[in-house]
């Protein structure tokens, strides 16, 4: 009984880990870098005992890490009581494996501590399937030389989730669990452009919300809609994406679209399994660009999301960028972005700067739209009534020759319609 209990209390002991990352040259932001990897791997819920950087010229192919460096990190685990080491960049199968059997510790890389992190936060359907085809795919290149082994990693980061039960089996087994989650997750994306087609059809303009993990997304879409979104000061507090309706001061409705948060070195897996759901910024009107305002390193934070944008092909789409956390800024600060078709200062906290946000979005709103200024015939009445429906009715005067309308109209709707 006795042995039963030390194996249930080693299993919920918190797994102690030293970061190491890899400095190319002088201009690396590694220390940065391993900030936030500290902060990933206590929102996974380890603890962050020590950190190594070494300058190299190059990650070395075979142990990430220098020999030295190992016998230093080694020594270092040793004295710290150390359970298990994360590397701060994806490591290949050849390297993870030689630096667990020089080391004699659990080895991660960041893109473990991501995926376990995701596999927490997982609620929805989709989200569930997502994250575990993201698993599967990390893990198949894996299995190559290790075979059962994989069985030895134990519990702890990396090992939750709707994955874990598939770490023991072959290869085959997992290439045919990646197919059945690409046919559930194809049901799933239809499902999302029939809404999609349907915004469309109905006319109703989308402002997409994107930005760096914890830059304060959901605050934002909770403090304009009241959508009940998961606030939290952790890396990823939300991962599966909400969309709620707002009305602007004009009347004029608008659906805002809360993304997963971005942030640097994220795995590749991750954006092919979650493409469908960041793809809603592709289709969006606006980018609301949130930034961490308060955030030391904002422009590479910004510098990561535009570059994410690319990835995914979303351009040509008119951006805001919303300063988000003045609360916290003692000092003025110059804050640019010349990516960006306006900017706009707030707090999604204290809802300072929020008036001056919706404003931006109906400005820019209106500008994709053709000012109407003409009198209908009674007999054509029903014309107005598609102004109503799709633009913004400004004026409505009747008069002993017809209606007077002055309106902002949809230039499609205009042409089909009223041209």
Not at 44 to 62: C, D, F, K, S, Y
Not at 93 to 121: G, S, W, Y
Not at 241 to 246: A, D, E, I, Q, S
Not at 368 to 386: C, H, L, N, W
Request: net charge negative; hydrophobic share 40%; charged share 30%.
């Amino acid at each position: 009984m006795s042995d039963l209990i030390d194996i249930q209390a080693e299993r919920e002991r918190q797994e102690r880990v030293i970061l190491v990352g890899v400095a190319v040259n002088a201009y690396d932001d590694t220390e940065e870098s391993l900030d936030e990897l500290a902060d990933l791997v206590s929102t996974a819920g380890a603890a962050t005992v020590g950190r190594t950087i070494q300058n190299r010229e190059n990650v070395h192919p075979g142990t990430y890490i220098g020999k030295g460096k190992i016998d230093e990190v080694a020594a270092l685990a040793a004295e710290l009581d150390a359970t298990g080491i994360v590397c701060d960049d994806e490591l290949s199968p050849a390297q993870m494996r030689n630096l667990e059997d020089a080391l004699a510790l659990k080895v991660m890389d960041r893109t473990m501590v991501i995926l376990d992190i995701f596999a927490q936060r997982a609620s929805t359907r989709e989200g569930k399937i997502q994250v575990e085809l993201a698993q599967l795919r990390y893990r198949s290149t894996r299995l190559i030389g290790k075979g059962s082994e994989l069985s030895r990693l134990g519990g702890g980061i990396g090992t939750r989730g709707p994955g874990e039960k598939k770490l023991e089996v072959d290869r085959r087994v997992i290439r045919e669990r990646i197919s059945q989650l690409k046919k559930e997750l194809a049901d799933v994306v239809s499902t999302r452009e029939t809404t999609r087609a349907l915004r469309e059809k109905n006319r109703i303009p989308v402002a997409a919300i994107v930005g760096y993990t914890n830059a304060g997304k959901s605050t934002l879409l909770n403090y304009l809609t009241g959508a009940g979104v998961l606030e939290e000061d952790k890396l990823f507090a939300t991962l599966d994406p909400t969309t709620r309706g707002l009305t602007l001061a004009s009347g004029q409705k608008v659906l805002l679209t809360d993304t997963v948060g971005f942030i640097r070195k994220l795995p590749h897996h991750l954006i092919d399994a979650f493409r469908s759901t960041l793809e809603e910024a592709k289709y969006a009107d606006i980018i609301l660009h949130v930034v961490d305002s308060a955030s030391p390193v904002l422009e590479q934070q910004m510098y990561v999301v535009y570059e994410t944008l690319k990835q995914l092909d979303i351009k040509e789409k008119p951006i805001i960028t919303v300063w988000n956390k003045q609360d916290l800024l003692t000092d003025a600060q110059t804050l640019r972005d010349f990516k960006a078709d306006k900017t706009v200062k707030i707090s999604a906290r204290t809802g300072e700067g929020t008036e001056e946000l919706l404003a931006a979005i109906e400005e820019i709103l209106r500008a994709s739209k053709i000012f109407v200024q003409r009198t209908f015939p009674y007999e054509k009445a029903g014309d107005i009534q598609m102004i109503r429906k799709y633009g913004q009715l400004l004026t409505e005067e009747y008069r002993e020759d017809g209606i007077f309308v002055e309106a902002y109209v949809p230039r499609d709707v205009f042409q089909k319609y009223l041209f």
